[in-house]
């Protein structure tokens, strides 16, 4: 079991979230965060004076996947997220050493597998296909 956690353009969301779920991949944390990376400080003037702006808008998202989900789920975000622009994001994968769920007590690989997997999966591709 991996956690992935990708760091993306927020333009770039609604892209990154169906090639997941095209993937397979159901179970999502996202967070809005700011960071600064290889991007280049924007200065802009607001009531005659000048802000420099260190921190780009990013959203983070945040999944748990089993080993067979662990390629799949990078391909996606890639596909998906990659502008070929300096500020496309990353993509860290860690270890995890255990999982449960809290609502049945399942633990590791059944904790991290989404009850409605199949059905995400149905709607991904149909929607895909129109």
Do not use: C, N, W
């Amino acid at each position: 079991m991996k956690l992935i956690t990708t760091i993306v353009r927020p333009e770039r969301l609604p892209q990154v979230k169906a090639a997941l779920f095209r993937a397979g991949v159901t179970g999502i944390t996202i967070s809005r965060v700011s960071g600064h990376g290889g991007e280049q400080e924007l200065q802009e003037h607001y009531r005659g004076r000048t802000i420099v702006l260190e921190f780009r808008e990013k959203v983070r998202l945040e999944m748990a996947v089993s080993e067979p989900f662990v390629e799949p789920t990078i391909k996606a975000i890639l596909t998906a997220a990659r502008t070929g622009q300096v500020g496309d994001g990353k993509i860290f994968v860690q270890p995890l050493e255990r999982v449960i769920r809290i609502r049945t007590g399942e633990v590791d690989t059944a904790a991290v597998t989404a009850v409605t997997a199949d059905a995400v999966q149905r709607q991904a591709l149909k929607e895909a296909s129109l």
